[in-house]
């Protein structure tokens, strides 16, 4: 089967940073996204990593480590509107692009 | 905007019905993918076209079906419709096919609310 986990949610202050962590097992690996999604609106792609390192944009990051099926999604200089939830998927090959559940990150003033 | 055009984007119906979802892809992409979004369980795979064909399928019911037209447009087909299929219902359409690094664009997605 394919598991993705990430925290379910995290708290952060205005203008701090964050890392929220995405480990996974799958039966394949293509390459791992990250999505940002506020409430009730449609996900929006943040980032795209195939190799292992740093990918940076802007105030956002992401890590990735294939040997330890380990990613995670840095963002700085947080703002208000950084508050929704990022989804972390992996290309699993076979056309298949699964998701974690998400973590709600909660930016407070 | 993400060009990617869902239609309802509510509906209310009653358990047994059965309902019609409709996405019309951004202009020039070949793939459509359906995704189901329930509170507990996070953005699902129901299944993808690829230029008319399907090409992969996830943990789709047997009551659900899809199809996409020669116009690229496609539809997901719920029926005999129980509570649990109360969801929130993305589609999402790409270039190629996801096998790539191709990046998904989302719908505003269709809220199904099943009484």
């Known amino acids: 089967g394919q598991n993705i986990d990430q925290p379910t949610e995290m708290t952060a202050t205005e203008g701090a940073i964050v890392q929220i962590n995405c480990t996974y097992q799958?039966?394949?690996?293509?390459?791992l996204f990250w999505y940002q999604q506020h409430a009730g609106e449609a996900p929006t792609f943040l980032s795209y990593n195939v190799l292992d390192g740093l990918e940076e944009k802007g105030r956002f990051s992401s890590f990735l480590s294939r040997s330890k099926g380990y990613s995670y999604l840095l963002l700085k200089e947080l703002q208000m509107k950084d508050s929704a939830s990022y989804l972390c998927a992996v290309n699993t090959g076979f056309q298949k692009l699964v998701f974690g559940t998400g973590t709600r990150l909660l930016v407070s003033p | 905007d993400s060009g990617v055009t869902q239609t309802p984007k509510h509906l209310i119906t009653a358990t047994g019905q059965r309902v019609t979802l409709r996405c019309s892809p951004r202009?020039?992409?070949?793939?459509v993918y359906w995704y189901q979004q329930s509170l507990d369980q996070g953005l699902q795979f129901l299944i993808q076209?690829?230029?008319?064909?399907?090409?992969a399928k996830g943990n789709i019911l047997e009551r659900f079906s899809a199809q996409q037209f020669p116009d690229l447009h496609s539809e997901l087909n719920l029926s005999s419709l129980e509570l649990g299929d109360s969801a929130l219902y993305f589609c999402?359409?790409?270039?190629?096919?996801?096998?790539?690094?191709?990046?998904?664009?989302f719908g505003s997605g269709t809220q199904l609310s099943v009484l």
């Open positions: 999402a359409s790409s270039v190629g096919q996801v096998a790539t690094n191709e990046k998904l664009f």
């Open positions: 076209y690829y230029n008319g064909e399907e090409r």
């Open positions: 202009s020039g992409d070949l793939s």
């Open positions: 799958t039966s394949g690996f293509n390459g």
